[in-house]
């Protein structure tokens, strides 16, 4: 009898018990539940940035870059996150630049888009890092092929835009440069999207009766207008890339290129200045716009899902002529370089 | 499909509560949770609309305002042309010596300069009269092919606003490249006295507008404003680029037909709203999106407040629900445990406490149980009665039956001169009512009974001349059990009558004992002519049978007699053959003959058996 009553003791604690449990564990459910709604609307009025990104280019506050910053800033905008530009001298060596990228890196970027240096294997790039970090490079040619290079990049075909030069000199001279001279400037330090420009450019005039008079590739430095002045007279002088679009601009103001045309690749309100003036005959730029809310829309998704490939883009560049520079579908791009 | 739902009512019926307790906190909980939900619901969807109303009205305010602002510029630029015109134009001839209109040009344009690009007047053939600042003309600029040019000598009497552009007039040293937006009229130059047509130019920085706009697009919500003409040409919006581009989508051509007001409308698959304000003088239209997702991101702080708030009430309520259903329900549980432990067995102590309803309900329940225990106390003495009446009622329906045999054969033995005989069979008579009478006991031993059975056999046999025999084959271990009083005399009696009575010397009556796996069995076996097998099955539960010879006492009485002192699980077996015999067994269970034991049976204490009175006492063995 004793025992039916103990058992009957022990089911009803166990009861009482069980139903405790179940109170006690509901309760701490609710609990846990609000503060994760705390810590939800918590973290959201701290309104947290995507990211930092740090932008590393040659000679970053040459007015060639406007568009490109333009393009960066309105993506960063678009897309929540945190962009600088990293203030840098005219040119890096591939070893100053992995020096400000590490830099950039220890003081908290996020993700890097970089313009390789002249030299910089770009291959070596990631396993340089102090850590690992979303890479984007801009500026050099994306794959020819279509290949997803590693790390990936934005910018323009240089080849593509070499040739695009060259047919457009042929066009004005229908399509036979017999008896002409040209010197050609590309200030390429070892870059190798000039190198790609001037191959591309060599390749199309090539058998079209062209003497090449001179072709100057080394870095312009003081006095650079009179060095160029200083070259052989020619017919026609062919800037492969802005800064020496700018010099054979400055020095055909100045009446030094004796009478040559210049034919060139730039993206600075002066290439755009030079063609205005009528200085330059023919000028390609490059969408820099695009290489800049490419490349930091890419790394901000990169940012936003650990797991999303970063993709190849290959932007595309304008001819323009004087008489269609102020046409409105030109007009987009000198707003972003004029920013 | 009725399986199916069988089932499924089955598990409902399972999930319902059993507990009182249980019940109410369900109850109370599920109620709270629903108006806690309906509540949450409602709040959030007032509190959803309140702030997409506030946004919108912001947004008009904002967008009010900006208007205004930017119809102040245009009204200064107008002011700044009309000035050119009417006070400088119109007061000077373009041939004037000192050339007045060049300083009165200066004039205005130093003091706007912080608004202005630049002013020009050109004739009607597009050359250059006056320009300030003072600044290089491009090489052939041809200004009539230039929108604001065409504009303005299409209708001479209006003044025209272009939408931004390049200025692309003069030689800027520093090779940059300005946006603005030109204000051009047509106007009447004095060259030489002669009136000549004319277009003023007046370049105003379209910085200033700028500034304005990405003033008010400053804060990065999703929700942005921009303005176009009344063509859907964008004039400024913060994507600019990226709609030029292909990146981004606006819905400016449409929009630059909405009337000025609040619009709803759905773009590539987005819900908005869109707020269209004009702008004075130039019909360009301020246009103000707001995408839901505004609203969304502006709610969904509030969404997940209203949430933890719900959950916070839920934790509070959870809480009070268990006090005030314990509250509830631990006066219930409390009598509910006292019940159930009166059945178990505890005593009557049924609790009386909490409200009123639960004490009267106590007070009910310990009245009732205190009745029934009484009852069964009545009806357990009034059986104990009954038992002990029926009994002495059998007993005494043998007595008379007895005694009138005995006298009878007596009376036949003295007849017949048979004096000894007679004194034997008196003794014998004698003895059998001592056993008989046994001091009005009814549990003798089962010595005794065999001594009375003895002396009945005597006492019959010299009644039937010895025409058969009888033979006592019995354990004397047995001897001291206790058994009930006269059992064997009316099986023997019944073996006489029915079985070896009518045979001549061959008849045979075997009484045995024996003790068997805790219990005591006596048979009487004769060598009769037997029974048929229903007869058998009949013997001992037809009641109302009626005998064919003897007493009348049968089978029946002595197996109710037997399974009334000692249960249902004694009494009589009879096995029986034709033309082979009869064997009779009494099964009783073997207890000691002793005082107490004699005194606890004949109180009506069975052992065993369906009447057993359950666990007051037990029956001493003393073995």
Not at chain 2, 383 to 410: C, T, V
């Amino acid at each position: 009898m004793a025992e039916k009553i103990n058992c009957r003791g022990e089911a009803k604690l166990l009861k009482m018990n069980k139903s405790k449990k179940i109170f006690v564990i509901t309760e701490l459910v609710l609990a846990g539940l609000i503060i994760l709604m705390a810590f939800i609307i918590f973290q959201e009025k701290r309104g947290k940035a995507l990211g930092k990104i740090s932008v590393i280019i040659q000679d970053s506050d040459d007015n060639q870059w406007s568009a490109f910053k333009y393009g960066l800033k309105m993506a960063a905008r678009d897309k929540g996150a945190e962009m600088f530009v990293v203030s840098t001298g005219k040119i890096l060596t591939p070893e100053e630049q992995m020096e400000v990228i590490n830099g950039e890196i220890d003081n908290g970027a996020d993700a890097v888009i970089v313009q390789p240096a002249p030299g910089m294997d770009t291959k070596k790039l990631g396993k340089r890092l102090k850590k690992h970090v979303p890479v984007m490079l801009v500026g050099r040619t994306v794959s020819r092929d279509g290949r997803v290079g590693s790390p990936p990049g934005v910018g323009p075909d240089n080849y593509a835009m070499g040739q695009a030069l060259a047919e457009e000199l042929l066009n004005d001279y229908n399509g036979s440069l017999k008896g002409k001279t040209l010197g050609v400037m590309a200030e390429m330090n070892g870059s190798v999207a000039v190198a790609e420009r001037l191959e591309g450019f060599e390749e199309a005039v090539e058998g079209h009766g062209a003497k090449l008079s001179w072709r100057v590739t080394e870095s312009f430095g003081e006095g650079e207008s009179n060095s160029l002045a200083g070259q052989t007279k020619v017919d026609i002088v062919v800037a492969l890339d802005d800064k020496s679009l700018t010099t054979a601009g400055a020095c055909g103001a100045a009446n030094d290129l004796h009478g040559a045309l210049v034919y060139g690749i730039g993206n600075s309100t002066e290439a755009v200045y030079y063609l205005d003036t009528g200085v330059a005959e023919c000028l390609i730029i490059p969408d820099d716009f695009n290489i800049g809310y490419h490349s930091l829309t890419e790394v901000a998704e990169k940012l936003g899902f650990y797991f999303y490939g970063m993709k190849n883009k290959k932007v595309s560049y304008r001819v323009i002529r004087r008489e269609e520079l102020f046409h409105p579908e030109n007009q987009e791009i000198l707003f972003a370089i004029s920013q | 499909m009725g399986e199916v739902k069988d089932k499924r009512w089955g598990y409902i019926r399972k999930l319902k509560p059993k507990e009182i307790q249980s019940t109410i906190m369900i109850a109370f909980s599920v109620i709270s949770i629903f108006i806690m939900l309906f509540l949450g619901i409602v709040l959030y969807f007032r509190i959803s609309a309140l702030t997409r109303q506030e946004t919108v009205q912001d947004t008009q305010k904002l967008m009010e305002q900006t208007r205004e602002n930017l119809e102040d510029y245009l009204v200064s630029m107008r002011q700044i042309s009309d000035a050119v015109y009417y006070n400088v134009i119109k007061e000077n001839d373009l041939s004037g010596l000192g050339n007045k209109i060049q300083s009165g040009m200066n004039l205005i344009y130093e003091a706007n300069r912080d608004n202005l690009r630049s002013i020009a007047i050109y004739n009607n053939y597009g050359s250059l009269m006056e320009a300030e600042p003072v600044a290089l003309q491009k090489e052939d600029p041809d200004v009539t092919k230039q929108d604001w040019y065409q504009k303005a000598m299409a209708k001479v009497e209006n003044m025209h606003f272009s939408t931004p552009h390049i200025q692309n007039l003069f030689d800027d040293a520093t090779q940059r490249y300005y946006w603005v937006i030109s204000l051009s009229r047509v106007v009447e130059l004095n060259d030489h006295g002669t009136s000549v047509k004319g277009v003023l130019l007046v370049d105003m920085d379209y910085s200033s507008i700028t500034r304005m706009m990405k003033q008010i697009n400053a804060p990065n919500n999703g929700q942005y404003y921009y303005l176009c003409d009344n063509t859907g040409k964008i004039i400024y919006h913060m994507q600019q680029m990226q709609i030029g581009n292909g990146f981004f989508h606006e819905n400016n051509q449409a929009v630059a037909k909405y009337k000025d007001g609040v619009h709803s409308e759905t773009f590539e698959g987005e819900s908005r709203e869109v707020v269209v304000d004009t702008v004075s003088y130039t019909g360009w239209k301020l246009v103000g999106v707001i995408p839901d997702s505004t609203f969304t991101h502006g709610m969904f702080n509030i969404r997940y407040f209203i949430v933890m708030l719900i959950l916070l009430m839920a934790m509070m309520l959870a809480v009070i629900n268990r006090v005030v259903s314990e509250r509830i329900s631990s006066p219930i549980l409390k009598l509910d445990d006292s019940v159930r432990g009166y059945e178990a067995g505890d005593k009557p102590e049924i609790y009386i406490g909490g409200p009123q309803e639960i004490r009267h309900l106590g007070c009910s329940i310990q009245r009732s149980y205190e009745q029934i225990d009484q009852l069964m106390r009545e009806i357990v003495l009034e059986q104990n009665e009954r038992r002990k009446s029926e009994l002495d009622a059998l007993q005494s329906q043998i007595n008379p039956h007895f005694l009138y045999n005995a006298l009878d054969s007596i009376t036949w033995m003295i007849e017949g001169e048979r004096n000894d005989d007679a004194v034997f069979m008196i003794s014998e008579l004698a003895k059998l009512f001592r056993i008989s009478l046994s001091k009005g006991r009814t549990v003798i031993s089962v010595k005794d009974e065999l001594q009375h059975a003895q002396s009945y056999m005597n006492i019959q046999k010299i009644r039937y001349k010895n025409t058969f025999s009888v033979r006592f084959d019995v354990d004397e271990s047995i001897d001291l059990y206790c058994t009930v009083k006269l059992i064997l005399q009316p099986l023997l009696e019944n073996a006489i009558n029915y079985g070896v009575g009518s045979m001549e010397d061959c008849g045979e009556i075997t009484v045995s004992g024996r003790e068997e796996n805790g219990n005591v069995i006596l048979s009487v076996k004769d060598n009769g002519m037997g029974m048929p097998e229903e007869e058998v099955e009949n013997l001992l539960t037809d009641h109302n049978r009626v005998p064919a010879h003897g007493s009348g006492v049968g089978l029946v009485n002595v197996n109710n007699r037997l399974q009334i002192l000692f249960g249902k699980g004694y009494g009589l077996t009879v096995e029986s053959e034709l033309d082979e015999g009869t064997t009779v067994s009494i099964c009783i269970p073997a207890l000691a003959f002793t005082e107490e034991n004699r005194k606890l049976l004949e109180k009506g204490y069975s052992f065993g058996g369906e009447n057993k009175l359950s666990g007051r006492s037990e029956i001493a063995q003393d073995e």
